[in-house]
């Protein structure tokens, strides 16, 4: 049960970095309802990548970030819990200018139909500069996670090229998390322009059709054919491009022209948001121990259910031997959908 299509450098101390948003989502309390009527939230450490960077620690695996907060209660919230599991939060900046930490109001109208409301402006992580990415942390880990929401504006775009550059240099794998949220950014042109342009560089992509879609802007596939989507990148730097498909499970291609399909687990869905966070984390945990793409994907597909059974995303992160109980209670047929 090994892979061959990623190689990890063993002899780096830290076994993953992520760079990108940290932020706090508050999860309504009342769930099945319209924001419009929902009083109570509970508070989360959120973000994209932060979820996925607490998954992989979760998992059992050495861990940091890099990032920047703002200089609040809420950004003391957001590193202190970090440090809390044990993430190396050395790379997180203090933001100086006043800038706020953004926000995710979560509204749970129904398990299927779920929506973030975002509060945005002059947040303190698109504030990252170039010249605050610690060569050292990315020098010493195995594999460095990007998330594309920070392309969206300077200078934390230059702070990935920067990231990316030192990844290249020191032999870190690049996982590519194309999270698209389509608030941050303000033209279509732009955004495919600089998600591509970070493609690239990546040797994982892992990406819902829609955001493949918004990348390539249906120009050469107007069919939406994955295969086709994802052989593009084969021709840059990347080994395996992922291609989610919500509940109905993933696919994943590799350079050596191999495909494999996950099938999503029964679940009993509370919402539906974290489900990508928590598959990338299972994912890149499975690939990091050597499994198969195959077996490394069913654990993905296992932590999601898991994550969108719960209220939270970050906090419901779950340990590895929940995660294989929970795919053998799944075999054993004892977890159903709603
Ligand atoms: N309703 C669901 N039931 C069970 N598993 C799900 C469901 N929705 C998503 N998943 C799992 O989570 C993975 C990622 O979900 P997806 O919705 O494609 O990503 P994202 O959250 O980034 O939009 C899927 O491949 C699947 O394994
Ligand atoms: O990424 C954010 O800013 C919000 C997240 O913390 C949020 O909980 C979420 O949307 C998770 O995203 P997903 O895993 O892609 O569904």
Redesign the pocket.
Known sequence: MTNNAIAFNAAKPLDFVAIGRLCIDLNANEINRPMEETITFTKYVGGSPANICIGMSRLGLKTGFIGKVANDQMGRFITGYLEREGIDASGVSIDRTGAVTGLAFTEIKSPTDCSILMYRDNVADLLLEAGEVPEALIQGAKMLLISGTALAKSPSREAVFQALEYAKKHGAVIAFDLDYRPYTWTSDEETAVYYNLAAEKCDIIIG?REEFDMMERLGNNPERDDHITAAKWFDHSANIVII????D??IAYTKDGDSHR?R??P?K?VK??G??DS?AAGFLYGLMQGWTISASMEFG?AA??IV?SSHSCSDAMPKAPQVHEHIERCLRGEITND
């Open positions: 819902t989610k498909h919500g509940k499970g993933s996950a999503s687990f679940a869905v539906t948001f489900a990508g598959y597909s999601a259910c969108i």
